[in-house]
Nanobody, 124 residues
Framework: QVQLVESGGGLVQSGGSLRLSCAASGGTVSSYATGWFRQTPGKEREFVARISHSWSGVNTLYADAVKGRFTISRDYAKNTMYLQMNSLKAEDTAVYYC???????????????WGQGTQVTVSS
């Protein structure tokens, strides 16, 4: 089974940028649909973005709240997924998780493998 480890979180000012990484081991990211989710205290885990690979190419999907600001990508040589976050807002503050699924979905319950999470804090 695949293990996922996130990194790259931290404290940034509003309008700034961060890049999160999700390194995979025990499996290859290209074998799964992979995604990013985020969660704040007292709230359910929220879909952020997902990426998958098919015969037609790379497919991505973003939550409306991050569309145009965040970019999800994968480096197959490094077996790593990324989330480039630009124009960050205070409401982006959350613990961010990467996950892998056998199904292409935005539903966190469809994801089998999860990282431990990385904190992103955006100061206003």
């Amino acid at each position: 089974q695949v293990q996922l480890v996130e990194s790259g979180g931290g404290l940034v000012q509003s309008g700034g940028s961060l890049r999160l990484s999700c390194a995979a081991s025990g499996g290859t990211v290209s074998s799964y649909a992979t995604g990013w989710f985020r969660q704040t205290p007292g709230k359910e885990r929220e879909f952020v973005a997902r990426i998958s690979h098919s015969w037609s190419g790379v497919n991505t999907l973003y939550a409306d709240a991050v569309k145009g600001r965040f970019t999800i990508s994968r480096d197959y040589a490094k077996n790593t997924m990324y989330l480039q976050m630009n124009s960050l807002k205070a409401e982006d503050t959350a613990v961010y998780y990467c996950a892998a699924s056998y199904r292409i979905s935005r539903d966190p319950s469809e994801y089998t493998y999860w990282g431990q999470g990385t904190q992103v804090t955006v100061s206003s």
